[in-house]
């Protein structure tokens, strides 16, 4: 009698694979008291249809974990052998068939064809598709092509990536094998996809024994690439969380194809072909949006759909939400939904239990509290782009910190770089941000600092380009302004950040900063009367006078009265030649020595 009988009989049914079964059956022997392979197969002989004497060396080769097919009777006489009553003899037995069957397609859910379907309202991104279809070719004889698809979150890395990958399978190409994983690197409620078992999960695909795989990244790597060398394969790695995780998921062979999405930079990974997927044109986003929610209903109020793609900021997650919600109200006009979107965009674009506010949720958490700080406090800055030095003032911060959080920031994709040196926020992540700044606690002295410095600085270029009776200012800036050198540095600093200045005029302005408002509106007179922003300059010297007036300097008006007066004689004078180039020379004024 066995010493093992107490212990339950192991079930065949947990095998995945061959190698498992033959293991289990193992399992099962010793649990049967470890009969020696002869007495086993003395008894194996009387017990199959037809009896039959049975050798030694045929039961053992039965438990050898390199066996690639059994004999379905020859099993069973083996369990029936050890002891095992007839119900569970036919687990063994559907078991046994069961391995066989997976063995033949490759694994149990008859993988090798993973690719996920691509949605069949896929609209536009013709050069990208082409760029991605171009570079599918072989270039280094020892290395797999990689090419990665970066871009902020909703913007649709993964569905670009599908539709490329079934158009070149479509073509007859990486025929072979098709892999596909979800590498989880944003997702809400699980941790990143371990590469150690993305790997198992692959070398199983491929139709390795489990008990063949063996432990450890660097061995399964290896393994994997062994299996994969010489395979006409594509392989999709889709929402990847960064570079270490994909680096062991990569062969080394030139017949295969790499694809990676995320919305992190993977500009650390060798050898790859990155491409930066932008937001859709006005277009596309129409184009998708009529796709949805129907051409006729789009076509009828197409002012209106523009006006939703704008909305949408052009991002294809938030324009496709948008659209299924409306497809879901057949009541609703497209005027319905702009309004709804006007009022409240990044909850109105949702449908069902879809929405964008937790994809830009993951997105935000990823960051250290540095840069969340910063991203949050850009929630607060007024103005379209900004630099550096401007960057370090909002947060208080040294200007080199201030440059490395935004280049954190742009690798995540939470930030553009359209012009070298100027970042900007997709809209959508604007009022994101903007949500998200009202739990910062500094956001009313990020502004300020902002302004002080903004004055110091357009002083520093006024004083540049040789603008006079500017104002002695008392503030002192938490971060050193910038100097200029010359008249053309002023002159290009003040040309470049017009824009900002006259925002962040406007947001000191309504939050009470008057000191600040009068003084920074004196300070760029000068130089708006020399480019002519006569529009701006009117701006300027209205919201001045408020400021002096709501502050109670009779200094202050009297000053900017006594500016306004030439300044508006200029404006009539010059009112006629306002779309004339401007001048480079300043023009003998007052303001201007």
């Known amino acids: 009698m066995s010493l093992l009988r107490h212990e339950v009989a192991p079930d065949p049914r947990r095998a995945a694979d061959l190698a498992e079964f033959i293991g289990l059956l193992g399992h099962l022997r010793a649990w049967a008291g470890q009969p020696s392979y002869r007495t086993l197969a003395r008894r194996v002989g009387p017990l199959l249809r037809p009896a039959r004497q049975v050798s030694q060396s045929t039961i053992t080769d039965v438990f050898q974990l390199r066996r690639r097919r059994l004999d379905i009777d020859l099993v069973v006489g083996i369990v029936r052998a050890l002891g095992v009553d007839e119900p569970a003899v036919a687990h063994w037995r559907a078991a046994c068939v069961t391995v066989h069957a997976n063995a033949k397609t490759g694994g149990p859910t008859g993988v090798l064809r993973q690719l996920p379907s691509a949605l069949p309202t896929f609209t536009g991104r013709e050069e990208e598709l082409a760029w991605l279809l171009g570079q599918a070719r072989p270039r280094d004889p020892a290395a797999a092509l990689v090419l990665t698809i970066e871009g902020m979150a909703g913007v649709g890395k993964t569905q670009l990536a599908l539709h490329a990958a079934h158009k070149l399978v ?46 450890g990244e660097d061995a399964r790597a290896a393994m994997f690439r062994d299996r994969m060398h010489g395979l006409d394969a594509l392989i999709l790695l889709d929402n990847a969380a960064g570079e270490e995780q994909v680096r062991s998921l990569i062969p080394a ?46 076509g009828a109020e197409a002012a209106v759909a523009e006006e939703i793609a704008d909305a949408c900021g052009l991002l294809p997650l938030a324009v496709s939400l948008a659209a299924s919600r409306l497809r879901a109200r057949p009541a609703w006009s497209l005027a319905d939904l702009a309004a709804r979107l006007r009022a409240a965009s990044l909850d109105a674009a949702r449908a069902g239990s ?53 280049e954190l920031l742009q690798d995540e994709h939470l930030l553009q770089q359209k012009t070298s040196g100027r970042y900007e926020l997709h809209d959508l992540l604007r009022r994101y941000a903007a949500e998200l700044a009202d ?64 925002a962040v005029l406007q947001a000191s302005a309504g939050a009470g900063l008057h000191e600040t408002v009068w003084q920074l509106a004196v300070v760029q007179g000068a130089f708006l009367l020399l480019r002519r922003h006569l529009d701006d300059l009117a701006t300027c010297y209205r919201l001045a006078l408020t400021a002096a007036r709501t502050l109670g300097d009779p200094a202050a008006e009297a000053r900017i009265l006594a500016g306004r007066a030439p300044a508006a004689d200029r404006l009539d004078r010059l009112g006629d030649t306002q779309g004339a180039d401007p001048p480079t020379d300043p023009p003998t004024d007052p303001a201007v020595g």
């Open 439 to 502: 739990r910062e606690r500094d956001g009313g002295r990020a502004l300020a600092r902002l302004a002080t410095w903004s004055l110091h600085t357009a002083h520093n270029a006024a004083t540049a380009i040789d603008a006079t009776d500017l104002p002695v200012l008392t503030s002192v800036p938490e971060v050193p302004p910038l100097d200029f050198a010359s008249r053309a540095d002023g002159l290009h600093w003040l040309d470049q950040e017009r824009k900002n200045l006259a």
């Open 354 to 406: 879809r929405s964008l506010r937790p994809v830009f949720d993951l997105s935000y958490r990823e960051l250290p509290e540095p840069a969340r700080r910063l991203f949050r406090l850009l929630g607060r800055y007024p103005g379209h782009d900004l630099t550096v030095p401007a960057a370090a003032a909002l947060a208080g911060t040294a200007p080199a910190d201030a440059e490395a959080l935004l």
């Open 253 to 298: 062979s030139a017949s295969c194809l790499v694809l990676i999405t995320s919305r992190r930079s993977l500009a650390g990974l060798d050898g790859s072909s990155p491409r930066l997927l932008d937001v859709f044109s006005p277009a596309e986003a129409v184009e998708l949006l009529a796709r949805i929610a129907g051409h006729d209903r789009v």
């Open 170 to 215: 479509g073509a007859g190409r990486y025929a072979e094998v098709q892999l596909y994983v979800n590498l989880r690197g944003f997702e809400p409620d699980q941790e990143p996809a371990a590469p150690a078992a993305v790997l198992d999960t692959f070398l199983r695909s491929l139709g390795v024994p489990a008990a063949q795989i063996p432990d």
